[in-house]
Structure formats: structure tokens, C-alpha cells
């Protein structure tokens, strides 16, 4: 097909006006209802057909299959009927005729009606139409671009000549559903400039659109989520529109539109509420294995425990009569809900052992993960999968599902890894981008680890095979040119390997093409600072000038993200003091637009930074705003559902201990009773030796205490007593103490758990170790949490004594007298004497 240029001609175009005998053929034809119907006038009027019949007739075949559900469309039964195949052979000889509309609409018929591709009526339809292209109007060449893509032409040179006239007529075109369309097709050869101009021109057409036509916002979203745009206002709009329609919605729409946003770094909650109210009331009619199939994987994620076990039972009652694809789709969305439904998970597994030869590479990858992230147990088919893994990556030329396959094949249990594997890793190497050589670093290091022929020779593969990763990711990265590009890379890539080999590099990288940071990229930048926790003083205060001078551009659902790193990495100055206060100002009118969760998450970067916006404290400290919040997490997913309640109760720990003036209640009693019985963290190596230390410094156990248990539940590593000479207190000394009518003192902190007074002059100590994940990456600097959790200790009355690890494990102290006298000088001479 992409040789199709050379084939183009230009023959002579007549168009034959319909006679009194045509016209009542097309009567007989206009008169079908069925498709029996149709190839019987087809039948009975071979010699008398003419173009504009041929046209009619397939495009009334495909309206027939159109109206119908999927599982009751005989497209196969019409494909092979002999009439169609009349209708085929003369369609092909009338080509010519044909004027420019009937040439695609016969095309795209002929392609619902699945006729093959290389089938040479398709072929020859093509040609024409490449023929035709420049005077096609905008909606034949929208239709045109959906056949292409059919085709699997999407970078083929006739799909770039509608690229180029789509860029050349732009503003001629006024139908939102064209546009949208045309976007989705054209959408991998877009330059820049054309994307930015496409987005501009849907948002205009979608304010003057019908809004019952929500085919265009959701083509729109799904024109984003492919160019990985996130044009969080034109999002916003599309989110109304569809919200509004999701009453009216079916399940495959609505499953649509959810997976289209599920991959979308955008907040929704208004339609994945709306989206949740009505697929609960599809329950009762999605009864086939098709339309249970896409209400399962829609409503599922979203739905709480009661519909969900309704909706397990019922597909463990449908599993036999799923198809491959749909055993697939269900397996992935039990995967995503954290299913321990074991029967439904094995009745699942059973119908892909039985499906395994059909399956893709990438489909054998999507399915080993869920299965071994189910913990589901089948020797036999794991081991199926292994072979059918190993034969895909000796035959498999993309790049990414070699990729993925050696990442799932690492998941699997084996017991050694063929050599073959080895080589096909060396071969793809070059090729690889950062994330895909973080991916197969991991599963090398994986393999390493466990292998059980450790010898010298395996030892020398896997490291020879580490060090060619290294070097590769070394050149990727100092080859970056672009920063966009770049960013892309970076977007997802983590875990030791690149903390230890490539961090400070790809820093200095970032460094060098700072100058092409925009308001518009930025935000892959600064999740970037965030998640690897680097502190960057160029690259944020390069952060916050933009930030600063682009605050009307940025939408207000943005925010959360640029203060993140700021407060993340307690980066403070001038410029940032600015930020923090511009955007407070900037977001506070938009309080009501935002999703209940993203403020609490906003809330919290501004209290770790200890600012406490009173409008946005008073708006989330609402019992309906609270209640709307409840609301939501039941749709979000259980990580993302525990993230947002352990920040709420952060932020009411903050407001409450730093704005006492608020009046805001602590609620979180009973949640942080529950988390704190779940809580089994393990005492280190380092933290055992402190603890014995301190029991000789401090004179005895009884002197100090472990993991002790502050008002509002903060966790000290170590807390001990000092009195006015700062002696050690012991604690039973403490309990004696009697200054109240029942000797003991009820802090006001609504719980029940009392603490003993301590004497006149006495101070209560907090002795905290800080491991690595305290402070920014590669730097002594502490994190903002950290500072947070100190400041609050020193409102509860401890004088709060930090112990870094850096000073711990350094080589001046190397043994139990220099760590002992280390201690000493923390707890009597970092303390200022009472008085």
C-alpha cells in the first residue's frame, strides 16, 4: 500500500444520471429492511445497476449491521453471500463513475463489512480516492482518514498529504465532529505548531456544538491522550460535556471514556461519578458475556465492595462463554480491583490456557502480569507461558514488546535463563529508550540475584550485560538534544539503578537545556524533581520564575503539582515566597472547581510549608465538603484512596496543632488507632545500636523508651526525660509523680491515651534517626515532612534532637565509645540548660 503513488492515474470521470428504470431500482432499494431483502433486488436487477445503486446498497448493508448489538451482526454470512460479491465486482468496474463522495463512502463500507485489505477493490478504491484528494471536500476527507487508519496507513504519504491539507484548510473547517475526526487520524504526524493549532480550533467548536453529541469531546480526549498532551482546559471542557451525557450513555461509551481517562493525568471525579451512578443502573441489563465484559471493566475499578462481589459472582457464572479477548480485559481489571476472588481468578485462567495460542506478544505480557499480581497458582500454565515467551522474543522485531516480554519473563519461575535471552537483550540495546534500559537492568539484576548456578562464567554474563546498559543509558542521555524529548524518557523511570548510575548525570543534562523550559513543560519536570527527590536550586528557581510569569496561563488544577516540589525539598527563597503567595491568590476564587481530593492534597503542600490559607482551611473543614470527599474516595483506587486519607489526617494534625485560632476539631482519632495497631515497622540495624547506646548514656532501660507514642500519633524513634540539671528521669519515677487529684495530666488531644507530668523544669526529649529518605537526594538538606514533624513535636513540648544517618555511620564514628560520645553531646550539650 505504500507504494501506491506509483500506481496513481487519472483517467476520464463520467457520471450517469440516474434513468425512470434506475430510479426505481432505488426505490426497491430505499424499500429494504433486511439484508435478504436487498440482495434480492440486487438479484433481480444485475443488468440495471449503476453506481449510485452499488453505494446505496453497501452502505445500507453496513447501516443493517450498524443498528444491531455485535454479538447479532452477520458480517461473515453478508461477506460471503454471492450477491455481495456482485455488488463487489461491480463496484470495482464502476470505480471511475463514481463521484468523490460514493468512492470513500463505498470504501468505508467495504471495510465495516470487513472485506480484506489487500482485497483489490479496497486497492483500487484507495488509489482513486489518493487521486481525488485535493478537491475532496472536509468531511470526505475526514471519512477518508477513518479508512486509512483502518488500513493501518497512519504514516503512510498519503495519510501526510491529508496532514498537509488538513494544516492548509484548517480554518475552513466548522464541524466539531470533522475536526475531531481528522485529529485522531493525523494525530502521529503532527507537527507542533499544527497540534497547538488543532487544539485551539476544538476548543472553538466545541463551545458551539450541540452538547448531546459527545462522540466529539471524547475524540478529543482521546486525541490528547495520544499526542500526550494534557491541555488541562480543554480537558476540563470535554469533562463537562460528557458528564452531562453520561445519563445517557451506554456501557460501551462509558467504558470507553473512563479507560480514555484512566491513562490521563487529569483529575475527573464529576464524571467518574456520573459515569459510576449510571453503569450501576445498566447492572440488571448487561447480561451477554459482551456487554458484562465492558460494564466489568468500567464499573469495577469504581465500585464498592457490595457491587463488586455482584459483579464477581456474576462473571464467574459468564467465564465459559468469554472469548479470548474478554478473558483478557477481565483478567486486567482483577488485577486493577486487587481481586482475591481465587475461584473467579482460576475460572479466568483456565479460559486463557485455553486461548494461549492466540494471544500477541503483548497480550502473553499483559496477562502473565495479572496473573502472578493475583497470586494466581498454575504450574502448568505459567509454564506454558514461559515457552510461548521464550518463542516471541526469538521472532519478535518491536522493540517494545521485547521489552515487555523480558520484563514478564522475569516474573516468572525458572530456574535458569537460556542464553538465547541474552542475546536478544544485546540486540535490542542500541535501540532502547531510558525507561525500557531501567526496565531491563531491573529484571538483569532480578536474574542475578536468583540464579542458582551462580558460577564465574553466568557472573561474567550478567555483568557484562549490566555494563552495556550502563553505557548505552550514559550515551542516551548525554546525546539528549531536546528537552521534550528527554522528559518523555524520564517521565516513568525510577528505582535503584537509576538513582545510583544516571541521576546526577541526567541532572547536569537537564542543566544544559533548561533554557527550553516552558510554562507548557515544566510540569514533566517538576514531577521529575519531586519523584527523585533531587534538589536542584537552578532548575527550581528556573521553575518558579516561569511559574511566576505564566500564572493566568496555567490552569488552576496545575497547582498542586508546581508547589509540590517546593515544599517537598524545603526549597525556600525570595522567588519561591512569591510563588507560594501569587498562587494562593490565583486558586482561592476557583476553590469550588476543584475535585474534593486535589484540594486536600493542595492543603497539604501548603501546610508542610506552614501556610494555612484560611478560606481553603475553612472550605475542606466543611461537614459537606467532607462528606462530598467521602464521596469520592469510594471511586478512586485503594492507593490512591489511603494517599488521600492519610493526608487529610495530616493536615488536620497541622491545622489543629499550628492554627489553634481555626477551631477546627481533631477527627482522626480512631483512624490513626486502627493504622497504628496495623502498623509491624521493623527497628534497623543502626536504630537496635542507638537504643543499646542509649541505655548506657542515659544510665539504664528504664531511662528510655522506644518507638514511644506522642499525642496525635507521631512515632519518636527515641524518647527519654531530662530534668532541670538534665539528669535522666526514669519512667517509673515519672508514674510516681502526683501533682493532680489522680496524678496524671488528660492532654488535649481528644484521646483517651494519658501522659504523666513531667517535673518543674524537666524537658521531654525526641531523639529522631533520620535515614536517607529524610533528607533531598545527594544533598544533607532535610525534607519538608521532616521539618513539619519536628516543628509539631516542639508544639507537643519535646525538644526535638535529630540524629542523621550521614553522622552516624561516618568514619569518626567507628566505634562504641565515639558513638557514645556522640550521643552525650547531643542529649547534654545541643540543650540549653532550664533555668
Known sequence: MLRLRALRCHPHRLFHHGTVCQDQVMGQLRACTAEEQLFDVVSKN???????????????????????????????????????????????????????????????????????????????????????????????????????????????????????????????????????????????????????????????????????????????????????????????????????NAPNLDVENLSIVLTLYHSLPFSNWGFRQAAMQRLLELMDSCTDPESFTKLFIALGPLAGPATRESLERTALLLADQLNAQQAIVIAETLEEMQSRNFQLINKIASVLHKNLEVYRPVEIAKIIQALVLL????????????????????????????????????????????????????????????????????????????????????????????????????????????????????????????????????????????????????????????????????????????????????HYSAIYIILLPFAVLNYDSPKVDELFDAYIQHFTPKMSLFDPHMLVLLAYVLALTSRFPEPLIREIFRVDFLAKLDAQLETLSGAQNMRVRSRLMQLNRAVYLECPEFQVPWFHERYCMQLHRRDHSSVNLAQQQIHSMLEEVLGGVNCVRVAALTPYFYTVDYECVLDRNQQPVPYSKLSELQISENGKIQWDSGSEKERTELPPGAQRIALDFLNSKSFCKNSQHIKGDVLMRKRHLEILGYRVLQIPHFEWNSMELSTPDAWKEYLRKKLFTELPRVP
Open 46 to 244: 444485475k443488468a440495471k445497476l449503476s453506481v449510485s445503486h452499488v453505494g446505496f446498497a453497501v452502505g445500507l448493508l453496513w447501516q443493517f449491521q450498524r443498528e444491531r448489538p455485535e454479538m447479532l451482526r452477520t458480517v461473515k454470512l453478508i461477506r460471503t453471500h454471492p450477491q455481495f460479491l456482485t455488488l463487489r465486482v461491480l463496484a470495482e468496474n464502476k470505480i471511475s463513475l463514481m463521484d468523490d463522495a460514493t468512492v470513500v463512502d463505498v470504501l468505508y463500507g467495504g471495510l465495516r463489512l470487513q472485506i480484506e485489505p489487500h482485497d483489490s477493490l479496497i486497492q483500487q478504491l484507495v488509489i482513486e480516492a489518493w487521486n481525488r484528494l485535493e478537491r475532496f471536500p472536509m468531511t470526505t476527507l475526514s471519512k477518508l482518514s477513518i479508512c486509512l487508519n483502518d488500513l493501518g496507513l497512519h504514516h503512510s504519504p498519503l495519510m501526510g498529504h491529508i496532514t498537509e491539507i488538513v494544516n492548509q484548510r484548517l480554518d475552513s473547517i466548522q464541524d466539531a465532529r470533522v475536526l475531531t475526526t481528522l485529529m485522531i487520524s493525523i494525530s502521529s504526524l503532527l507537527s507542533p505548531h499544527l497540534r497547538d493549532a488543532l487544539i485551539e480550533k476544538a476548543d472553538i467548536l466545541l463551545d458551539s456544538m450541540d452538547t448531546f453529541h459527545y462522540n466529539n469531546p471524547r475524540r478529543v480526549v482521546q486525541f490528547l491522550r495520544q499526542m500526550k498532551c494534557i491541555h488541562r482546559p480543554l480537558l476540563e471542557k470535554c469533562s463537562r460535556i460528557l458528564t452531562r
Open 375 to 554: 497470586h494466581c497458582q498454575s504450574p502448568e500454565l505459567f509454564s506454558r507461558l514461559r515457552s510461548i515467551v521464550l518463542r516471541y522474543l526469538q521472532t519478535c522485531v518491536n522493540i517494545y514488546e521485547v521489552i515487555m516480554l523480558t520484563r514478564v519473563l522475569a516474573m516468572l519461575p525458572s530456574a535458569r535463563i537460556e542464553e538465547s535471552v541474552f542475546s536478544r537483550i544485546d540486540a535490542v540495546l542500541p535501540q532502547c529508550s531510558l525507561i525500557a534500559l531501567s526496565s531491563i537492568t531491573t529484571v538483569v539484576t532480578k536474574w542475578m540475584r536468583n540464579d542458582p548456578s551462580y558460577s564465574q562464567s553466568t557472573h561474567s554474563r550478567y555483568v557484562r550485560l549490566l555494563q552495556n546498559l550502563n553505557r548505552y543509558a550514559h550515551e542516551r542521555v548525554h546525546a539528549a538534544k531536546r528537552l521534550d524529548l528527554l522528559m518523555e524518557e524520564l517521565k516513568f523511570i525510577s528505582g535503584e539503578w537509576f538513582e545510583e548510575m544516571l541521576l546526577e548525570e541526567t541532572i547536569v543534562v537537564l542543566q544544559r537545556l533548561a533554557d527550553q523550559l516552558t510554562w507548557i513543560n515544566m510540569l514533566d519536570l517538576v514531577l521529575f524533581l519531586t519523584r527523585t527527590t533531587y534538589r536542584s536550586t537552578s532548575l527550581l528557581d528556573q521553575i518558579a520564575s516561569i511559574a511566576l510569569e505564566n500564572i493566568h496561563k496555567i
